[in-house]
Structure formats: structure tokens, C-alpha cells
């Protein structure tokens, strides 16, 4: 069915545990107030400790003022008395293959207190690590958890269960600690998911199941198939990669366009399977719509929802404004990233397919391959900025095409040439081949949008309030942007990821030592300096950040002779 140009949304059901666990939340939110403490998030994660009727009837039981709201001690002690804590259902569990001083561990960090650093930061793998609780499996109606069979990391603070993108650079930095082990019981556990829902969701809650996130799991595979040569773990993950595969290239992820010479090109889409508000954020979703008729809120929470499976929740760049909600557009954009992360795993199914002489997946992968680089060419580059950039669908203007006895749309697009990390992660993925000169065009326009700031890189341009833009820095697209710089090959690109590498490192160093923790993101323009906005506290652990500080150390070391400090302002 086809709303214009818009498709209609197939939703995933929300169940009675999770209806109940949203009222509550609700609940909370009308008794305990909108304080800098309250967390959404904290009561759609409780388990239940009794039957779920039972603690259905006595939340309806519960005494209520003439507004229907609950006087908060008598909200508090009905969820101390009914409800777990908020990720008990997940126990500490020590990796089998954690070694507290690992052998042959960053070689090239000569400086003493730098190594004490980085062996602090890989002490957190014990802090990280879990296992899910056998009452997971055993009663799944008392919780929000879906079981796993391997141990997981989890990201930290809030964020109490497994996440999809954020698990290649954890998985990175235990490589670097020799964690092999437990690397792979990522993946194994990620495989499990797609087994089961033929995708990987959100994260590993049972209201993540409406949508995934950036599709890196070929790419996670690949990293441990380097480590240990396992050729059971490629003959095992080929077919569940397939399966993932299939999700990402077809309707509604996958949309057609014609090139401006006509030529039809399928590339993808981030695209939630929900209209509703996110069970995690119910109310500050519903805050977003309010005044909209029923069929724009199903809109927006639909955009909401695809902006939370693209990673970036939430950023400008999904906005038709560039800076409120209300204009989220985040289906009817064609991300740059999404299509390299799909170039990149089509790219390694052909190279596994290769090392397991299945010749009619190394062929056919080749030239998927070869057929979105050619779209991501024709509609994503831009020659004249030397850059990629998102190409916007128009929810007005587009045709049908009849293709294998089926009917298809066609959009049409446009380019919307605004700087983001993400025009430049085609670099990472060896998108342009060896000794393209192409490659200079792209590290001189990088070094000149602005985005390299004096700490870090920044994610946008645009200061909007919101957590992926200006001026926070995340781990994983500044470790993207180095790891292509130094691909590039370019002397020039090489020294500027080697200082970008630098300023990282250094405010990463300088914040640990004043709060004793890794955080999630940090502010690009002043070393040292946490980032902040968007719904939620800045949070700690953290899974991504460990990760890519242990990556860029054992890459780049750091000299016994060089302090690591942040730089005296230029007078």
C-alpha cells in the first residue's frame, strides 16, 4: 500500500508485560516528577517477582487521587514490593579468558602511566561483563531481558543489556585485551538473535524487537575470524548472515531511484517496524506529538522509531529543519552509512564465501558488491564537495516499475548536502579502491568541513540540543574516520588520523582522571570535557569508549617521553 509516496507500517504487537511496565512508567513520571533522576528506561527494564495478573490487579488497586495519580511512597513501595531492580536479572560473571595482566599488551605504550591507564580501562571488562539469569528462559513473562546463551557486555550505567552496533568495538577492544573468548560469545550470541527474529535488534530487550541498528555483524565476524582462523565459526554464521542480509535488502529497508541518466539503482533505508511511542521513552515520546492528529503522531513516532535503529537518536540530520523532532524524516532518507555497512557486509560474505569455496556466494556477493557501489556513486557522491552525502526520498514524487512480475517505487531524491562524520565513513570501508584519486578530494574536504575540532571530531555542525550533533564526538564514528584516514594511504591523511588519534586518546585520559570513569561520549572542541544533551544523563561504563581507546593504543602506542595531558590553550 502506498500513502503517496509513503509506505504503510507493519508494527510488531506490544505485550501485557510491557503495556503494564509502560502505565507504570507513566506512573512514575506523574508521581515522582521530570527530575534529573527520573529514567524512563529504569521501569520498562524491572522484572517481575510474582505472577503477571497478580501484579497487574494490585498496580490497578493501587489508591488514587482525583487526577489518577498515586501518592509517590505508595507508587515506591509497590515497586520495591512487586519488581526486582532494574538489571538483576543479568549476574556478574567473571570472563573465562580475562587475565588481569595480559600477555604481549600494547607493546607500543611506553609511557607508564598511559599503561596503567589502559590496564585500568581493560579491568572494566569485568565490570561489563554478565550473564543472563536462567529466570530469563524459565519465566520470559516476568521480563523485558531476552535470554542469551553466552556471557554479554554490556555498554554500562543505564544501558543493562547487550547492543547491536556498540558490540564491534567492544568486541575490538577485547581483541586487544586477548579476550577471544568472550569476543566470540558476542557474536554468538548476536547469531542467536538473527536465528531468531532474522535480524538483529536494538539491543537485547523484547522492545527493541521493532527495529535493528547499523548492520555490523559480518564485520564483528570478520575481526575474530582474523584473531583465531576458525573456519567453523564462517561456515556457521554464512547462512545466518544471509538471513540478516535478506532483511536489510528488502522491502521496506530496501528503496529503488534512477540516477539523473536513468538508471535504477536499489540501494537501502533505516526503517522501525512501529508507530507508536518507544516503550523506553514512552513519555518523552508522547511529549513530542502532543497537538498532532492521530495519523502525524503515528508519523513521527514511526520516524522516532527509525532513528533510534539508525544509532544516531537523535541528530539534525534527520530533521527536515535541522533542528526540531516535529520534522523528523529519518525513513525517507537514504543514509550514507547504512548503505556502507551494507557495501562492507557484501563485501565480506564474498570474501567468506571465498575462503569456503562456496563459488555462487563469492560470485554473487562480488557483484552486489559491485552494483551498490556503483549506486552509492551515482546517487550518494558529490564530485563538485568531494564528499558523500544522504539522499532524501520525496514523499510526493515517484513512479511505479514493474519488475519480475511485481510492482514497484521508484523515488525520486535529492541530495542534502550538510556536513555529518557519517559523509566520510565510506573511507572506512574501502569504498573507493587502491590508488583512486578520489581519496585526496575526500581527506582535503574532511580536513576543511569543520568538523575536526581542537579534542575531536565532531558529529555535525549544528548545535540542536540533541546528542548526535555539535559538538559531542562518539567513539565509533571518531575510530572510523582515523581507521580511514590511515587507509587512505595518503601521507596527508595518515598524519591527520595520527593526531586525531592523539586528541582522542588525550581527552578520554584527562576526563578518567578527574571522574574515574569512561564515558559515553565526550565534547569534541574542549579536551577532556564529557559531552552532554539529547534525553538522557551522560552515561559510564562504556562499552564503545574502552574499546576504541585499547584499538588506537595498540595501534599507535603512546612514547615513554610524551605526557598525556591536554594542550595549553594558544594565547
Known sequence: MILGCREAVATTGVSKLLMLLIAIQSAALASFGEGPDFDPKYYVDIPLRFNLNETARAFDALPRFQNNTIASNTLEQFVMQYFD???????????????????????????????????????????????????????????????????????????????????????????????????????????????????????????????????????????????????????????????????????????????????????????GHWNSPRPESFTIDINVTQGMNKTRAAHLYHDIATAAESGWDFSSRWMEDQQNMETLRTSMIIPVDLNVFLFQMEKNIEYFGKILVNQIVETRFANAAKDRYRAIQRILWSRKNGQWFDAWLSYDECSLSETNKRTVVVYEWVQKRLTY??????????????????????????????????????????????????????????????????????????????EISRDWLRSNFVAYQQVGKMIEKYDATSCGKIGGVGEYNPQTGFGWSNGVVLSLLQKYGWPADEPMFCPEPLS
Not at 575470524?225 to 567453523?232: A, E, F, I, V, W
Not at 581507521?483 to 587512505?488: F, N, P, T, V
Request: hydrophobic share 40%; charged share 20%.
Open 85 to 271: 531492580t532494574a538489571g538483576s536479572d543479568l549476574i556478574a560473571s567473571t570472563p573465562r579468558d580475562y587475565n588481569p595482566s595480559p600477555t604481549n599488551f600494547l607493546p607500543r605504550v611506553q609511557n607508564v602511566t598511559v599503561r596503567k591507564w589502559a590496564l585500568q580501562i581493560h579491568e572494566l571488562w569485568l565490570e561489563l561483563t554478565r550473564k543472563v539469569s536462567p529466570s530469563v528462559a524459565m519465566h520470559p513473562e516476568k521480563h523485558t531481558l531476552v535470554p542469551l546463551n553466552c556471557s554479554v557486555v554490556v555498554p554500562g550505567a543505564r544501558f543493562k543489556e547487550v547492543y547491536y552496533w556498540d558490540s564491534y568495538w567492544v568486541i575490538k577492544g577485547l581483541l586487544v585485551s586477548g579476550m577471544t573468548e568472550t569476543a566470540q560469545g558476542i557474536v554468538e550470541n548476536l547469531m542467536e538473535l538473527v536465528e531468531r527474529y532474522g535480524f538483529v535488534p536494538n539491543g537485547a530487550r523484547v522492545y527493541y524487537e521493532n527495529r535493528s541498528q547499523p548492520p555490523l555483524l559480518s564485520q564483528m565476524i570478520r575481526a575474530v575470524y582474523t584473531k583465531t582462523r576458525d573456519l567453523t565459526l564462517l561456515k556457521r554464521s554464512l547462512p545466518i548472515l544471509l538471513k540478516e542480509y535478506a532483511f536489510w535488502t528488502s522491502a521496506p529497508h530496501e528503496v529503488r531511484v534512477r540516477d539523473h541518466k536513468g538508471e535504477e539503482h536499489r540501494l537501502s533505508r533505516f526503517w
Open 421 to 498: 562524520a557519517s559523509n566520510f565513513v565510506p573511507l572506512w570501508a574501502g569504498v573507493l579502491p587502491k590508488g583512486d584519486v578520489r581519496k585526496e578530494r575526500v581527506v582535503e574536504a574532511l580536513r576543511t568541513s569543520g568538523l575536526i575540532q581542537s579534542a575531536s571530531v565532531a558529529t555535525s555542525l549544528r548545535n540542536t540540543g540533541q546528542q548526535w550533533d555539535f559538538p559531542n564526538a562518539w567513539a565509533p564514528l571518531v575510530d572510523m574516520v582515523i581507521e580511514g584516514l590511515d587507509a587512505s594511504g595518503l601521507t596527508r591523511g595518515r598524519s591527520m588520523a595520527r
